[in-house]
């Protein structure tokens, strides 16, 4: 089955009520952001994050670059990080007011494995400039921020005719306060399915990989709105379609489990 994937990054709206604007604007608020990660058919995936940063002006263009203190920096496995699991790699304390970029800057050390075998991604402009994310929010005194970044580590590899690989970074940013999920199960694991979600009737906007063994998927990240769940099995096990699966902002669906047959 098809898909079109959708390689938009999702804009962010964090601003929570407060009792005029004089006191969204003072005092200081916590930023944390958590690192998660989408489907991926390689044995590994492995990331080198070396810092975060955050534009703390309105203007994108702007300077203003400031670094987040990291809780864990280094390499990480993407694959450690599927349906649903996540890491906090950093968190700070910016003053209040709008923010308007988030940028990640890779370190040299990214590796990709095949069939057991390691091979060095190629990130030139990542190393030098870092990933630049528009997420474009409103901090309030006194409030702590989570952001998601879900590195989709399938379609940032890209495979070159010599036998290299190349690492384009496909990211979207979340939040829950302003997303919903999806969680469901997916069986028989001998199906190897990957379970999409479609706005419309062919972008994807986001992936899942279900658990080999119970069947377990979650998606997030998804603004409130009705979606289609398209199911692509393998080993000449059908495909499915659910229609009309409603999601709400702050809140997890749940949806049947879905039986593939051969």
Known sequence: MKRSIACAIFLLLLASCTKNEESQNKGNATLNVYLTDGPSPFDEVNIDIAKIEVNASSDSTAEGWVELPMLKSGVFNLLHLRNG?????????????????????????????????????????????????????????????????????????????????????VIRVYTKATSGSIKGVVLPGEANAWVYALSGINDTLASARPDSLTGNFTIQGLNAGVYSIAVDG??????????????????ITNIDSVILHQ
């Not at 989570?146 to 036998?163: E, H, L, P, Q, Y």
């Not at 059908?238 to 809140?251: A, V």
Request: hydrophobic share 40%; net charge negative.
């Open 234 to 251: 393998s080993n000449n096990y059908n495909d499915t379609l659910l229609n009309n699966i409603e999601i709400t902002t702050g809140n």
């Open 85 to 169: 699991l996540d890491t906090l790699i950093a968190s700070g304390i910016l003053p209040a007011g709008k923010i308007s970029q988030l940028r990640i800057i890779l370190g040299t050390n990214n590796s990709v494995v095949v069939d057991g075998v390691s091979f060095p991604l190629e990130t030139p402009s990542a190393q030098q400039s870092g990933l630049k994310l528009l997420i474009n929010a409103e901090l309030t005194a006194g409030i702590d921020y989570k952001i998601w970044t879900d590195f989709d580590a399938d379609r940032s590899i890209v495979t070159t005719g010599n036998g290299k690989f190349l690492l384009k970074p």
